[in-house]
């Protein structure tokens, strides 16, 4: 199993991004995705999550401005972030509770991370 993040790059203050994130291999089924972020010399926070159903959860930081999504079908996840701050610079990861193979069975995987620089 695989989580494969992409969309980073360099953005002006007050445009938008949108980062993706595809898992694959042998999955049977996947539970809470998120994106986590983790800025230089600060441990890593929670950025939002969504579950299998559609419930979304957002740090204080970003809510308003970045939006969470899932495709269940394709295994693929997304993060809309609009509006966005020189304080949203960081390496984004995605994360991901996966039963490969076999029901209930639930591991927690991580992407590779992928960089958002935000200037002012």
């Known amino acids: 199993v695989q989580l494969q993040a992409s969309g980073g790059g360099l953005v002006q203050a007050g445009g938008s991004l949108r980062l993706s994130c595809v898992a694959s291999?042998?999955?049977?089924?996947?539970?809470?995705m998120g994106w986590y972020r983790q800025a230089p010399g600060k441990q890593r926070e929670l950025v939002a999550t969504?579950?299998?159903?559609?419930?979304?959860n957002y740090a204080a930081s970003v809510k308003g401005r970045f939006i969470i999504s899932r495709d269940n079908a394709k295994n693929t996840m997304w993060l809309r972030m609009n509006s966005l701050k020189p304080e949203d610079t960081a390496v984004y990861y995605c994360?991901?509770?996966?039963?490969?193979?076999?029901?209930?069975?639930?591991?927690?995987?991580w992407g590779q991370g992928t960089q958002v620089t935000v200037s002012s």
């Open positions: 969504v579950t299998g159903d559609g419930s979304t």
């Open positions: 291999g042998n999955i049977f089924s996947i539970k809470t």
């Open positions: 994360n991901a509770e996966i039963s490969p193979y076999v029901p209930n069975m639930y591991v927690d995987y």
